[in-house]
């Protein structure tokens, strides 16, 4: 069983408390729910919706169609109708708020209203609300049973709420960060539980202000995370050179969005993954890593923080507007790796230094820092084998090879059922699993990527030497995420 809904309203009328309300309620069920959200850079007025898919099996993405469509405004209904599948049903009235239609929703599928008034209890206003929500829940005639009793235990969250949860767990000190979608909410979500972890959050006044002040934690001792999104990135870069220099442990949040420069501000893309790779001027090494899920982002920023702490290098966990604001229901607990905090008091420089921390301009010396740097490389490299670095999905033993990253997982694994093909994720973007190359080799390699140029494609051809035909690869750049049901049939086109 797989149901669809859709809710569209003016920026400022509620979907997405609406929508959340719904999905907690589901979850709570027992039932698998996905929820993304296509949102305008507005505040008020515009068009926002968000579409909730909900199934008694897992899921992590929603199909071009839905079974039904909530309407705070009446543009909702001439943007979307087309999207309603056969018997689906439209639910409207002019005037009311997004309480009023989360009575609605909830009496249509048969969920009880003390479901609802338990999730009304969590926010502010809640005589009100319920009066509003007990006005729709009363007025519905027309439902549709969809929902019973489940038996699923499952957490319910996004992106960046596993992004914050795996570095409150690795034991962040500090968390810094200038406002940007869409790494904003981690600021939010580490600030609401700075005084039960103990940990700080501080908002400075840019992105250059950020970097510096996180190095200055850094070496003091504090385990510290800074977050931006690409534009923030690229004012970072010179002071991310000086944390591959002076072997600051830094953990950076990089949560993408269309570019260059302002790009689709609120909207989806893959095409930081060159910039991560490559920024910041002269050579020093790195660790990159893409979730795809939650609970991939939970266990990648603990291990970012393992690696940084360890190694005294900058560490990237790179992901999408996608992945961070969409939610997801997980059906089990993120596996977190503890890091001790690497502390040197010592004289930290951004220029090349001799053994007391002095510039030095020694030819011998250079020699003998630049060798140390790329001997920790391989030393990151090694490390790296420790972990799950890539995940092979479907029929291992098949002559396709469906190849991916970041957040096209949940599109990807929702659609891998009766298909053949190999499906692999990569996990780790830097140091690149080399042992992949086994698994592709001599195989039909598809690949599926929210970018214009196949970034990952580029990658594993330069690690690798293996190509991938241009005809192979799927590629979505419009700021909007795969539908499943839409990659079901590209896939298919390309299989052999």
């Given amino acids: 069983m797989k149901f669809s809904i859709l809710f569209g309203g003016k920026a400022g009328q509620g979907t997405n408390v609406l929508s959340n309300i719904l999905g907690n309620a589901l979850t709570k069920k027992g039932y698998y729910v996905f929820i993304s959200r296509d949102y305008q850079s ?22 071009s169609k839905v079974d039904m469509i909530i309407a705070l405004d009446e543009n909702t209904v001439k943007l979307h109708e087309k999207e309603l599948r056969t018997g689906g049903k439209i639910i409207q009235k002019s005037g009311k708020g997004n309480m009023y239609f989360a009575g609605r929703i909830f009496k249509a599928l048969c969920i009880e209203f003390s479901v609802l008034e338990k999730e009304l209890k969590e926010l502010k206003f809640f005589e009100e609300n319920v009066k509003d929500a007990k006005e729709g829940y009363n007025e519905t005639n027309e439902v549709s049973c969809k929902v019973s009793l489940g038996k699923n235990k499952l957490n319910f969250m996004n992106g960046n709420q596993g992004v914050s949860e795996g570095a ?31 940990h700080i959050v501080i908002e400075l006044e840019s992105e250059v202000a950020v970097i510096n002040a996180a190095i200055g934690s850094v070496i003091t001792g504090a385990k510290t995370m800074i977050g931006t999104s ?48 490559h920024s910041g001027h002269g050579e020093f090494n790195r660790l990159i890593v ?122 990807i694994l929702d659609v891998m059922k009766g298909l053949d093909a190999k499906f692999l994720q990569v996990l780790y973007l830097e140091p690149f699993p080399m042992k992949i190359k086994k698994e592709i080799e001599n195989k039909n390699i598809i690949l ?11 990658l594993l051809a330069e690690k690798t030497g293996i190509l991938i035909e241009d005809k192979n690869k799927i590629l979505r750049y419009d700021g909007r995420p795969f539908l499943a049901d839409e990659l079901e049939e590209e896939i298919k086109r390309r299989l052999r």
């Fill in 42 to 63: 507005l505040i008020r007025g515009g068009h926002n919706f968000n579409v909730l898919t909900f199934s008694d099996e897992k899921i992590a993405s929603n199909d």
């Fill in 290 to 411: 893409a979730p795809g899920d939650p609970k991939e982002c939970e266990e990648l920023t603990s291990q970012a923080f393992s690696f940084s702490q360890k190694f005294g290098r900058p560490t990237i966990i790179l992901s999408d507007k996608h992945l961070a604001e969409s939610f997801y229901t997980e059906d089990k607990n993120a596996t977190i790796t503890p890091s001790k905090k690497m502390t040197s008091l010592k004289r930290y420089n951004s220029y090349e230094v001799d053994d007391f921390g002095c510039a030095t301009e020694d030819a011998e010396i250079i020699i003998k820092n630049v060798d140390a740097r790329m001997k920790k490389g391989k030393e990151i490299e090694k490390e790296a084998e420790r972990f799950e670095q890539y995940k092979v999905y479907g029929n291992k033993n098949s002559k396709n090879v469906v190849l991916f990253w970041g957040s096209t997982k949940g599109a």
């Fill in 230 to 277: 690409g534009g923030g990135f690229d004012l970072m870069t010179e002071a991310l050179s000086l944390t591959g220099v002076a072997d600051v442990p830094l953990v950076i949040y990089l949560a993408s969005r269309p570019g260059p420069s302002t790009g689709v501000a609120t909207y989806t893309a893959q095409g930081d993954l060159d910039l991560a790779r």
């Fill in 168 to 198: 409150i767990k690795a034991g962040i000190d500090i968390y810094y960060a200038y406002p940007m979608t869409p790494a904003t909410n981690v600021m939010g979500e580490l600030a609401e539980k700075q005084i039960e972890n103990n």
């Fill in 448 to 458: 599926v990527e929210n970018t214009a140029t196949g970034q990952l494609g580029k």
